[in-house]
């Protein structure tokens, strides 16, 4: 029976950011791509209504009756993380492009994390300010100017569940020493390009998890798995692999 592969997409996107890796992955594995609570097909999450990423863990644990490979991006990637210390069982291995962990850092460091203005809706439920604040801190000053339309348009559809997931994660503060009890193989990607203050979260959580491996694409950003797929896509899949094979040989 093919091992289950869970794939968990970054925060404003859809299940659609996993579709090359998922076909890529099908031959080999079961592979399940769902869209977050207020994504994709989902009912979109109601402007005002607070939300925490907790429900995104429970909802993912709903979805796997086995323990499962789980592979997340940004927020996806917290929400790995997050499943394996609420559902330990459900978790074979870790693999995280830039998980957004921003509770490992020291009070210190989180300014530029914190520093995000707060959301204020228009008519529309949306926050062009605070969308633009957002996309900028994570690829760069002029970054939202660029996006096409469309690419606007969808994040501005999804805005403030956004920013409520921006809300929580940036108010978590999950023990140090809770992330050091997770024993799943864990590969931890990053980009040479992304924000300073991931790259340190990337680091510490290196450091506090026991089996954790670190890579570093030099040239890529925080959006490597969505700017070059194939190549983060290659990384995955090794790590599956690795993974599997390990298992087999005990």
Same mark, same amino acid.
């Given at each position: $029976?093919?091992?289950?592969?869970?794939?968990?997409?970054?925060?404003?996107?859809?299940?659609? &950011? #996993?579709?090359?890796?998922?076909?890529?992955?099908?031959?080999?594995?079961?592979?399940?791509?769902?869209?977050?609570?207020?994504?994709?097909?989902?009912?979109? @999450?109601?402007?005002?209504?607070?939300?925490?990423?907790?429900?995104?863990?429970?909802?993912?644990?709903?979805?796997?009756?086995?323990?499962?490979?789980?592979?997340?991006?940004?927020?996806?990637?917290?929400?790995?993380?997050?499943?394996?210390?609420?559902?330990?069982?459900?978790?074979?291995?870790?693999?995280?492009?830039?998980?957004?962990?921003?509770?490992?850092?020291?009070?210190?460091?989180?300014?530029?994390?914190?520093?995000?203005?707060?959301?204020?809706?228009?008519?529309?439920?949306?926050?062009?300010? #605070?969308?633009?604040?957002?996309?900028? @801190?994570?690829?760069?000053?002029?970054? #939202?100017?660029?996006?096409?339309?469309?690419?606007? &348009?969808?994040?501005?559809?999804?805005? @403030?569940?956004?920013?409520?997931?921006?809300?929580?994660?940036?108010?978590?503060?999950?023990?140090?020493?809770?992330?050091?009890?997770?024993?799943?193989?864990?590969? *931890? *990607?990053?980009?040479?390009?992304?924000?300073?203050?991931? &790259?340190?979260?990337?680091?510490?959580?290196?450091?506090?998890?026991?089996?954790?491996?670190?890579?570093?694409?030099?040239?890529?950003?925080? $959006?490597?798995?969505?700017?070059?797929?194939?190549?983060?896509?290659?990384?995955?899949?090794?790590?599956?692999?690795?993974?599997?094979?390990?298992?087999? &040989?005990?």
């Amino acid at each position: $029976m093919a091992e289950t592969v869970l794939l968990v997409h970054s925060g404003g996107f859809t299940s659609r &950011q #996993w579709r090359k890796l998922a076909d890529r992955l099908a031959p080999s594995y079961h592979v399940i791509a769902p869209d977050l609570l207020g994504y994709g097909d989902r009912p979109r @999450w109601p402007a005002g209504v607070p939300f925490h990423f907790t429900r995104d863990v429970e909802l993912l644990a709903g979805l796997v009756s086995e323990p499962a490979h789980v592979v997340g991006h940004s927020y996806g990637g917290l929400l790995a993380l997050q499943l394996a210390l609420a559902h330990p069982e459900l978790v074979r291995s870790i693999t995280a492009y830039e998980p957004v962990a921003f509770g490992v850092l020291a009070e210190s460091e989180l300014g530029s994390v914190e520093g995000l203005p707060a959301y204020v809706a228009d008519a529309a439920g949306v926050d062009e300010a #605070w969308l633009t604040a957002f996309v900028d @801190w994570w690829n760069g000053a002029g970054s #939202w100017a660029a996006l096409p339309e469309d690419t606007k &348009q969808a994040f501005r559809g999804v805005a @403030w569940k956004v920013s409520q997931e921006v809300a929580s994660l940036a108010a978590d503060r999950t023990p140090r020493e809770r992330y050091a009890s997770i024993t799943a193989p864990t590969l *931890l *990607l990053a980009g040479g390009r992304s924000p300073a203050a991931e &790259q340190r979260v990337v680091a510490e959580l290196a450091a506090l998890l026991p089996h954790a491996a670190v890579r570093t694409f030099p040239e890529l950003g925080h $959006m490597g798995p969505i700017t070059h797929g194939a190549i983060v896509n290659a990384a995955i899949e090794a790590h599956l692999r690795h993974v599997v094979a390990s298992t087999r &040989q005990r």
